[in-house]
C-alpha cells in the first residue's frame, strides 16, 4: 500500500476570483484522477487533498468529479467520461518497444499485483505454468 503521504498530489488547480475552487488530485493507488470542487478560493491542494481522502475508497471508479460542501461532504458527482482527466498508463505493442535481441518477455496476464509501492511502481509476482 502507498503511504497516506504519497498516495495523493495535484498537478493543477483552477481558482477563479470568489470562487469555487478546483484541484485535479491523482490517486496513485487507484490509477486515477478526480476533480475535487468545494466553494470559495482555496490557494493550494491541502484541503481539497483532505477533503478527498476521506471519500476516496468508497468513490465509484466512474465517478472523476465530486463537489464537495464547505463541511467536505458529497454534495454531488460526476460520471460523464468525456470529462474524465485521468490518463491511461501506454503499453505499447511488443514490437514498438524496440527491446534489445535476447531480453526475455513476460505478458501482463500473467503477472499477479501484490502491493502498489509507489506511483507507476508495484511489487508483483510471478507464477510460471509447466506446460506439458
Known sequence: ????????????????????????????DQRRVVSVTMDGEQDDENLA???????SDRLSPDIHRIYLSPSGEINSTYTDS???????????SLPDACLPEGVLTIRR??????????????LIAYSPCIEG
Do not use: Q
Open 82 to 92: 468525456k470529462n474524465d482527466p485521468t490518463c491511461c498508463v501506454h503499453y505499447p
Open 49 to 55: 487533498i483532505e477533503l478527498f481522502s476521506r471519500h
Open 109 to 122: 496476464d500473467k503477472l499477479e499485483e501484490l502491493e502498489r509501492l509507489g506511483p507507476d511502481a508495484d
Open 1 to 28: 500500500m502507498i503511504d497516506k503521504d504519497s498516495k495523493y498530489f495535484s498537478l493543477s488547480g483552477d481558482i477563479p476570483v470568489g470562487g469555487p475552487s478546483t484541484w485535479h488530485i491523482i490517486d496513485w
